[in-house]
């Protein structure tokens, strides 16, 4: 599936929206990038785009990318492309490198524009990427977990879409194929492919004890976690849902690879020191860059 | 309701949730601090937590609260308080100057946490304002809108909280005595009160006909935004449901006051500049500001 004489890899993003056609430009807000850019110029040769939670954490990925792709770091080092106020994105050969922040909303709001943006550019192929840090269940901390589905926080396997007042069920399968070609790049990384639970929040919406308010009990959350788990899931975060819906609505290629911070079977606590923590988060970041570098052939 | 002889300022803001009491220690693990910090020294005066958008903004709004309440800017300029790799935080006298993040996922995070902070602080009479951006609805671009009472995008007036399987619809109602002084700070800034769709992402949720998918109709988004404007909407945004549930439930007065970018019964592109968008976002800060001003007497 996912080799040179793929037909994927010659296929620009066909966006799903026939009223941009009617625009004369397209301001990419939250970019800072709008489509009377030369953006082909920019952007034309990206192959994977590459999301995380927060800016430090993309400049972190574009760093590494050129370290293991054997691109050269500019004098100045990498600069992040567009405004950054709300997201921050680096490019480095065909690597796009850029954050997501935290939740549903925040990604909705970056996998519409970098889209968008990889349409105008022309850009052929791309295969959407997030990584990130997650809260596991059921698996040690450090692990890293390719989803194979995602779930919403009441544990149903689809994405509710609210448009116009309408909410339609969107689907949060992703590809077995990429999952399993970036699994079999994780080296001596501990990984496990598994469905990821995608909630609304941090605390309440995971179940989590430590949050201000806390009206159920631990036996209530322990309930819930196994039955996740009893269905297949291996880590809990705040994107998945959306991010799989997404991609899947425009045929993106895409694979989600989290670390886990944490058991929650444990307890709900990030205690970890701040190095075993960057580890955890590297741990992601170099299974993709085994498998973006073993992909490029 | 808000002077100072009102039994509100002398109350500290009461957690619920029994867990805490048996954590040692409770990392506010996005905030970067710790409840065995001395924060009833550094912030046991905080009286009102400022909660905007971006990171930018949060030190845009230190440096001008700085000015209108009279207090002298460090050498080096405000610091960040904790670690800012998700959010940033300037404290200046009584003022706490955040950034949430976009989305309800994120702000959920903030309030957890800032909440337990003002809480371990034992600060008293603490108010809570998120300051943003949102997209006008019947009024002009540049209006700041002050938030009655918060709809999710189905335009249900209230908040789905979903906690271990089981959804919870809770209370998105504001102050209207709060949200009625804080119109009365708005000198010549033009104002109103109203009521704010917060939807659960930029684009679609939104009816955007601008993003990277819409199958629906120009017809359908303009009849939604129309049914809403006649149930008192102003405006639309992305985290004004949990802020009003959170803070209701921990019976914290607050108020959301949020400037229109555009009026999207005219369009869905921000197509002003960046002079005037920051404008439009500077409105809502000297709103409060001028609030703020006043109500410390």
Chains 1, 2 share one sequence.
């Not at 927060?54 to 590494?64: G, P, Q, W």
């Not at 309408?166 to 399993?180: D, F, G, M």
């Not at 959350?221 to 997404?246: C, D, I, P």
Request: net charge negative.
């Amino acid at each position: 599936m996912n080799n040179k004489s793929d037909s994927y890899d010659e296929q620009e993003i066909t966006l799903k929206n026939p009223n941009l056609d009617n625009l004369e430009v397209d301001y990419l807000y939250h970019l800072g990038l709008h489509s009377g850019m030369d953006l082909e110029k920019m952007f034309g040769d990206t192959k994977y785009v590459c999301m995380g939670g927060s800016a430090d954490r993309a400049l972190v990925f574009a760093n590494k990318a050129a370290e293991i792709l054997g691109i050269e770091v500019p004098e100045d080092g990498f600069q992040p492309i567009g405004k950054t106020e709300r997201f921050s994105m680096y490019k480095v050969g065909p690597v796009v490198s850029v954050n997501h922040g935290m939740g549903i909303g925040s990604i909705e709001i970056l996998l519409n524009e970098v889209a968008k943006l990889m349409a105008y550019a022309k850009a052929k192929g791309v295969k959407f990427f997030r990584l990130g840090t997650s809260g596991g269940i059921g698996v040690e901390p450090g692990t890293v977990v390719i989803t194979d589905k995602a779930y919403n926080d009441r544990l149903e396997p689809y994405h509710d879409k609210s448009v116009c007042g309408e909410v339609e069920k969107r689907n949060t399968e992703l590809s077995p194929e990429l999952a399993q070609a970036i699994f079999d790049c994780r080296e001596d990384i501990s990984a496990a492919i598994g469905s990821t639970v995608s909630a609304t929040g941090f605390y309440e919406p995971q179940g989590r004890l430590d949050g201000a308010i806390a009206y159920h009990t631990e036996e209530q959350k322990l309930a819930w976690l196994r039955k996740a788990s009893g269905m297949g899931v291996k880590n809990m975060e705040m994107e998945a849902t959306e991010f799989a819906a997404f991609c899947n609505e425009l045929g993106i290629r895409s694979s989600i690879i989290c670390a886990a911070l944490l058991n929650r079977l444990d307890g709900d606590q990030v205690t970890s020191t701040p190095e075993e923590l960057a580890q955890f988060a590297d741990n992601s970041q170099q299974v993709v860059l085994n498998y973006i570098k073993k992909d490029l052939g």
